[in-house]
């Protein structure tokens, strides 16, 4: 079963995609004039010119928008497409849930005729900058430290990759990870959680504690002190990278 047929049922509320992420996404895929995306989802951030969304979880298919692309139910391990099917594909969010992350990669590489967009984070950046993880849920730090894949490793996967920061709004419309670093009241909110992989699979019990100290730091005030610096930025990097590359 697909991690998302169980964990996925209100990501289409929780995770709409943000349209600065997106600009920045669409620039990387270039002049594609056909794309497919990987580890699709919902369809979030999916440009005009795709051609197919690959997602195994029914649950995530389920909630895509009825004029989104054609969607196939299957796994990055094997693709169902035949050699260089596309000008370009994209795989955001989405590699550390793969069972076999190299033959995954290695599939992305035999369908893409001319340019590979991956999303994913860098998991020290993360740990280091981000307060929530920091300072109340470590359990969450170490559960992506099971799963987070080195922007390093991924990169000599695809054979060369440039890697640039995907800055996280303050504002941010997708609520991914830290996408509420400047809104923590948001953390407290189950729905939120249940759109976040790392806190979704951790489960409520193991979080209560973390969570209870951080209502009881907002309600006094103490957090707003602590994280004062924050409350000024409009975007800040916590380890998000986009890795492009050329195969």
């Known amino acids: 079963m697909a991690v998302y047929d169980t964990l996925g049922a209100t990501y289409g509320r929780t995770r709409k995609p943000d349209p600065r992420i997106a600009a920045q996404l669409h620039a990387a895929l270039g002049n594609a004039a056909d794309v497919v995306n990987v580890g699709a989802g919902t369809g979030s951030y999916e440009p005009p010119q795709t051609i197919l969304a690959v997602e195994p979880s029914h649950i995530m298919l389920t909630q895509r928008p009825s004029r989104s692309a054609p969607a196939v139910r299957a796994v990055a391990e094997q693709l169902p497409l035949r050699d260089n099917a596309a000008d370009a594909v994209m795989a955001l969010l989405t590699v550390h849930h793969w069972s076999d992350l190299a033959a995954g990669v ?108 951080l209502a009881d730091d907002l309600a006094t005030g103490r957090w707003r002190h602590r994280h004062a610096d924050l ?17």
């Open 231 to 247: 409350l000024a930025l409009d975007a800040i990097d916590v380890g998000y990278r986009l890795l492009v590359t050329e195969p």
């Open 106 to 213: 290695a599939e992305l590489r035999r369908v893409a005729r001319r340019r590979i967009v991956i999303l994913t984070w860098d998991q020290q950046i993360f740990r280091e900058r981000f307060w929530l993880v920091r300072e109340y849920l470590p359990q969450a730090a170490a559960f992506d430290d099971t799963r987070a894949i080195p922007t390093d490793r991924l990169a000599t996967l695809l054979g060369g990759a440039h890697q640039e920061p995907v800055h996280v709004p303050h504002d941010c419309r997708d609520g991914f990870g830290a996408a509420y670093w400047r809104r923590p009241h948001a953390y407290l909110d189950p729905q939120v959680r249940a759109g976040i992989s790392m806190l979704a699979q951790i489960g409520e019990d193991v979080l209560a504690p973390g969570l209870a100290t």
